[in-house]
């Protein structure tokens, strides 16, 4: 390298630095990821395509209620426009919140669409792959993880687990061929891993665990407070235990829905309202102590609003649906 070049990429690498920020206090993502526990923020659905500034303002109101983190879901227009996740990361920094970037690797919308020739993977979500790793390479600073699909394995978007785990394995490429050590994981359920065969390439991809944990899905899921959703929740927890064999683990979405419009139950003595939800919010908070800090787990709610229908602490109107606050710390 000449030292001209050598000094165009220091310039670059301080600049870097200085315009962060964002300090990973314990020297890296992942050691940040390891630390978390408690309430870390929520899942927000990006469909409708606000604003940087509606972002921004979205972000703020979640951090003035103690939110430390935030991931996306779904998708705005194609999702293939990196300066659309420019967008989405700027909001972010200026909150002055962690964010996670989801690329939506399902070829469509979660729901009320229909598959075309054109809806495959290789046509519709690996475009949007590419968006995300541009656009994180250009803003990394407030990244804290990137998560490659939402229920890959469940929904089999890439065609295999090895095909899923290959572009896993290229974002990495390119975060380190950037100089960014990003930490990149799939947000997903315990069946989905369960169910997927051979996900020894996906397993060994990616740097610790996104979980996706939905006990109002359950066979036996009856009201959000129930027995039995805190023990669905601890059965899939010691299933993922033993998956990351050490590598740290995240609760990136969990909640309980008011209403079954979006997403229906599989047991017929589910109970889906305000209160079910409240009390499923409760039921996570009241194990601060004596399970997510023990563990040095973080837990995520899905959703900031009831734009995924139901799912959310704020109505559309922005209404508290009740008087939702948890503790940081504990
Ligand atoms: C750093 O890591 C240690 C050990 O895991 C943990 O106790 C501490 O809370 C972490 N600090 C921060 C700021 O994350
Ligand atoms: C999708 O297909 C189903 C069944 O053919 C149809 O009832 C529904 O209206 C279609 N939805 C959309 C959004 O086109
Ligand atoms: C699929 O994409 C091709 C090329 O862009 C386009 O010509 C065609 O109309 C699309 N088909 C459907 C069903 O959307
Ligand atoms: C990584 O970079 C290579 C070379 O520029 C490119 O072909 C590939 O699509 C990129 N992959 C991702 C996931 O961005
Ligand atoms: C599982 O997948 C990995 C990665 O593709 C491969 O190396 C291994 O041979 C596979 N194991 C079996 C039992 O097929
Ligand atoms: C917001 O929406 C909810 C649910 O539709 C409704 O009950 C409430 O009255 C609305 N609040 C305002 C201030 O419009």
């Not at 315009?19 to 929520?42: T, V």
């Not at 949007?128 to 890959?152: H, S």
């Not at 787990?297 to 009831?306: Q, T």
């Given at each position: 390298?000449?030292?001209?070049?050598?000094?165009?990429?220091?310039?670059?690498?301080?600049?870097?630095?200085?315009?962060?920020?964002?300090?990973?206090?314990?020297?890296?993502?992942?050691?940040?990821?390891?630390?978390?526990?408690?309430?870390?923020?929520?899942?927000?659905?990006?469909?409708?395509?606000?604003?940087?500034?509606?972002?921004?303002?979205?972000?703020?109101?979640?951090?003035?209620?103690?939110?430390?983190?935030?991931?996306?879901?779904?998708?705005?227009?194609?999702?293939?426009?990196?300066?659309?996740?420019?967008?989405?990361?700027?909001?972010?920094?200026?909150?002055?919140?962690?964010?996670?970037?989801?690329?939506?690797?399902?070829?469509?919308?979660?729901?009320?669409?229909?598959?075309t020739a054109n809806d495959t993977f290789l046509i519709k979500s690996v475009p949007?792959?590419?968006?995300?790793?541009?656009?994180?390479?250009?803003?990394?600073?407030?990244?804290?993880?990137?998560?490659?699909?939402?229920?890959?394995?469940?929904?089999?978007?890439?065609?295999?687990?090895?095909?899923?785990?290959?572009?896993?394995?290229?974002?990495?490429?390119?975060?380190?061929?950037?100089?960014?050590?990003?930490?990149?994981?799939?947000?997903?359920?315990?069946?989905?891993?369960?169910?997927?065969?051979?996900?020894?390439?996906?397993?060994?991809?990616?740097?610790?665990?996104?979980?996706?944990?939905?006990?109002?899905?359950?066979?036996?899921?009856?009201?959000?407070?129930?027995?039995?959703?805190?023990?669905?929740?601890?059965?899939?927890?010691?299933?993922?235990?033993?998956?990351?064999?050490?590598?740290?683990?995240?609760?990136?979405?969990?909640?309980?829905?008011?209403?079954?419009?979006?997403?229906?139950?599989?047991?017929?003595?589910?109970?889906?309202?305000?209160?079910?939800?409240?009390?499923?919010?409760?039921?996570?908070d009241g194990h601060c102590e004596d399970y997510f800090k023990t563990n040095n787990?973080?837990?995520?709610?899905?959703?900031?609003?009831?734009?995924?229908?139901?799912?959310?602490?704020?109505?559309?109107?922005?209404?508290?649906?009740?008087?939702?606050?948890a503790r940081l710390t504990c």
């Open positions: 390298m000449s030292p001209t070049s050598f000094f165009a990429v220091w310039c670059i690498f301080f600049a870097r630095l200085v315009s962060s920020a964002y300090i990973y206090p314990n020297g890296s993502r992942l050691d940040q990821i390891r630390s978390m526990y408690a309430w870390e923020g929520f899942v927000y659905d990006i469909e409708p395509c606000k604003t940087k500034s509606e972002m921004t303002a979205d972000f703020a109101h979640m951090k003035s209620r103690g939110a430390r983190t935030v991931i996306t879901f779904d998708f705005c227009g194609t999702g293939a426009d990196a300066s659309y996740y420019d967008d989405i990361i700027l909001a972010a920094e200026t909150a002055g919140i962690f964010i996670i970037p989801l690329a939506w690797t399902l070829p469509i919308h979660v729901i009320n669409q229909n598959y949007r792959i590419l968006a995300v790793t541009e656009a994180v390479i250009r803003n990394p600073g407030p990244v804290l993880a990137v998560a490659v699909g939402d229920e890959p394995l469940y929904d089999d978007d890439a065609g295999s687990p090895d095909a899923l785990a290959y572009y896993i394995n290229n974002m990495r490429s390119n975060f380190t061929a950037a100089g960014l050590h990003i930490p990149i994981s799939i947000s997903e359920l315990a069946y989905g891993w369960q169910i997927s065969g051979n996900i020894t390439a996906v397993s060994d991809a990616v740097d610790f665990f996104m979980i996706n944990e939905f006990p109002y899905f359950a066979q036996n899921a009856q009201a959000g407070g129930s027995s039995s959703s805190w023990q669905n929740l601890l059965t899939d927890m010691e299933y993922f235990e033993t998956l990351a064999n050490g590598r740290p683990l995240l609760i990136t979405q969990t909640g309980w829905p008011s209403n079954e419009d979006e997403f229906g139950p599989n047991s017929p003595d589910v109970v889906a309202s305000v209160a079910s939800e409240e009390a499923y919010w409760d039921l996570l787990i973080g837990w995520m709610w899905r959703a900031y609003s009831d734009i995924i229908e139901g799912w959310g602490v704020i109505e559309l109107n922005g209404t508290n649906k009740w008087p939702w606050a």
